[in-house]
């Protein structure tokens, strides 16, 4: 079974500043996409980037960017430039390709972006 | 609708009753998941369709859950004779099936008293 692993409950940071989130995820598999989605306290949960393994080049969008380093099975986020609309909960999860696309999600990560 | 709709937005019942739970997704959506969420913790896979069937039900915890989509797009989780452990956000998800990228619904909030 493939897990995912968020290490931090909890992080904070400031208005325009950069924060990473931390994951880490174990497969045995090579073929498989991971994700960060956001849910805010909507309840809805948003995909924010999205890294295929097969490609080693880091995925980024807009102020979003991963670190992902498929050897030590580590998918951090990156946020730069931090908004008071980025709070809320992070979650990293693992798709393995071919067996139905069922996503596996860490617990999560509360981001707070304080003024 | 633009998007993946569910309903109730929230329900409360009482311990033993029977709950019905419905997602409608994006049109043209062939794949449609069923997720669960507890306070504090990340969505739990339950099932998952491809068309009208079942194509993998291994995350329903037991026997008093289950979902069907007869027409392959509008699908509902029902579960028989209600538990207060199942006090969650039941998340509802559709893909088509080639990009694997999952929207999500807003979730329909079960309490049970």
């Known amino acids: 079974a493939q897990t995912v692993t968020q290490s931090q409950p909890e992080m904070s940071v400031q208005e325009a500043e950069t924060v990473t989130l931390s994951c880490t995820y174990d497969?045995?598999?090579?073929?498989?996409?991971l994700f960060w989605y956001k849910q805010p306290p909507s309840r809805q949960m948003i995909l924010v980037i999205r890294?295929?393994?097969?490609?080693?080049q880091n995925a980024t969008e807009n102020r979003f960017s991963v670190n992902f380093q498929k050897a030590a099975k580590s998918f951090s986020l990156k946020i730069s430039d931090s908004q008071l609309g980025d709070t809320a909960m992070y979650f990293c999860?693992?798709?393995?390709?071919?067996?139905?696309?069922?996503?596996?999600f860490g617990k999560g990560t509360s981001l707070l972006v304080t003024p | 609708g633009a998007g993946v709709s569910q309903t109730p937005s929230n329900k409360v019942t009482e311990k033993g009753k029977y709950v019905e739970l419905r997602c409608d997704p994006i049109?043209?959506?062939?794949?449609l998941y069923w997720y669960r969420q507890s306070l504090g913790q990340g969505p739990e896979f339950l099932i998952y369709?491809?068309?009208?069937?079942?194509?993998?039900d291994s995350g329903l915890p037991n026997d008093r859950f289950f979902a069907v989509r007869p027409e392959g797009s509008v699908s509902t989780l029902k579960i028989q004779r209600t538990e207060r452990g199942d006090s969650a956000v039941y998340l509802c998800?559709?893909?088509?099936?080639?990009?694997?990228?999952?929207?999500f619904g807003e979730g329909s909030r079960l309490t049970v008293l």
């Open positions: 369709f491809q068309g009208t069937g079942a194509a993998d």
């Open positions: 890294q295929e393994a097969y490609k080693q």
């Open positions: 049109s043209g959506h062939t794949a």
């Open positions: 497969t045995s598999e090579n073929n498989y996409y």
């Open positions: 998800a559709s893909s088509h099936h080639r990009t694997g990228e999952l929207f």
């Open positions: 999860a693992f798709m393995l390709l071919n067996s139905g696309y069922a996503l596996n």
